[in-house]
Structures are given as C-alpha cells and as structure tokens.
C-alpha cells in the first residue's frame, strides 16, 4: 500500500508564498506520475499541477506555482506565489501510474494524502 502524506498548509496573506510537500511510503516512488489537487467548500476537487517526465498546471495557477519532486526523497513539492484568497482550499497530493491518459482527472489517480489546508486572506 502506498501512502501519501501532506504537509506545509497554513494561513497567508494575499501575495505571499507557501511550499507544501508531499511524502510517498514506497520503493518506487519515481514509477509514478504525482499530482497535486484542490478542494474548496462546496466544490468539486480540481487539478492544480502534475508532474512525471514533464510538467502541467491548471491555467489558474500558472506562472505562479512550481510543481517539483526529489525522487531520492520520495517527496513532490508545490510551490505557490503570489497567492490568492481564491486559492484557498484543502490542497491533496497524488500518486498515479505515467501512463494515465489525463494527469488533470482525479479518476486517473489510485493513491491520495489526507489533505492539508491553505488559507488566503485578503
């Protein structure tokens, strides 16, 4: 089983930054393609950024997050300027085989961390 565990949410001011990071429980940590996603109240989750050989992002946060990972780690990092109170949401992290066919669905993805809350104030 693999587990995923958040970290690096908090309270922020519009403008300013986070990093949050996400450790993956397994050997094989780089087979897989690492997602990060959001959900704020009332909802739907939707796609932030993913990462496997290359990079994607959700047009509403390009050019001001950075999706990364340290396979050696087995952790992927999101790092987010210039925030925005529209950002804030619980921001999950997941873990998916490279050969799914849209790393932007949720259903694309078999393993999920509990979560860990970002909040912009304006």
């Known amino acids: 089983q693999v587990h995923l565990v958040e970290s690096g949410g908090g309270l922020v001011q519009a403008g300013g930054s986070l990093r949050l990071s996400c450790v993956v429980s397994t050997r094989t940590f780089s087979w897989y393609a690492m997602g990060w996603f959001r959900q704020a109240p009332g909802k739907e989750r939707e796609f932030v950024a993913a990462i496997s050989g290359s990079t994607s992002y959700a047009d509403s946060v390009k050019g001001r997050f950075t999706i990364s990972r340290e396979n050696a780690k087995n952790t992927v990092y999101l790092q987010m300027n210039s925030l925005k109170p529209e950002d804030t949401a619980v921001y999950y992290c997941?873990?998916?085989?490279?050969?799914?066919?849209?790393?932007?669905?949720?259903?694309?993805?078999?393993?999920w961390g509990q979560g860990t809350q970002v909040t912009v104030s304006s």
């Open positions: 997941a873990a998916g085989p490279t050969y799914m066919s849209s790393r932007a669905a949720v259903d694309e993805y078999d393993y």
